[in-house]
């Protein structure tokens, strides 16, 4: 029995939703399950993972759909859903949540399709569609 849950593992983990396309300084995901994990160029970007990028550094993630994100120095941005399916534009849905610091943003094939499938969460208030756009959260 521990043998078979030993290689179910593996086909647990969170859906790949996208990479990282460029990284400089130190950027983390951190799983839903809790794990952290270094992120470098062409690291997987997992459906549920919360990315960090630390004082001096940023990151560029490209999605399935061919969105990106830039984030800036010092930000955290949760992956909570990203669904795309090329020929099931009915199921189209990302849901983000920028707790900290900010992006520049470029849509995909899923914001051209469905705009109304985009859902930015931050601590201000949410931002719906999927437009190219700049987010920056302010401390007070």
Known sequence: MAIALLLL?????????????KASGLVVAKSAEGRSRV???NSPL???DSVTTGRNAFARLEFVDGAAI??????????????????KPGLDKVELELTQGGFSSTAGALGKRSPD?????TPAGNLQGSASMEVSLRQP
């Open 70 to 87: 830039v984030l800036q120095p010092e930000s955290v941005l949760v992956l909570t859903r990203y669904s795309y399916d090329a020929g």
């Open 117 to 121: 499938a985009a859902v930015i969460t």
């Open 46 to 48: 997992r459906q549920g």
């Open 9 to 21: 593992a593996p086909l647990a983990q969170a859906q790949v939703v996208g990479t990282v396309t």
């Open 39 to 41: 992120l470098a160029e």
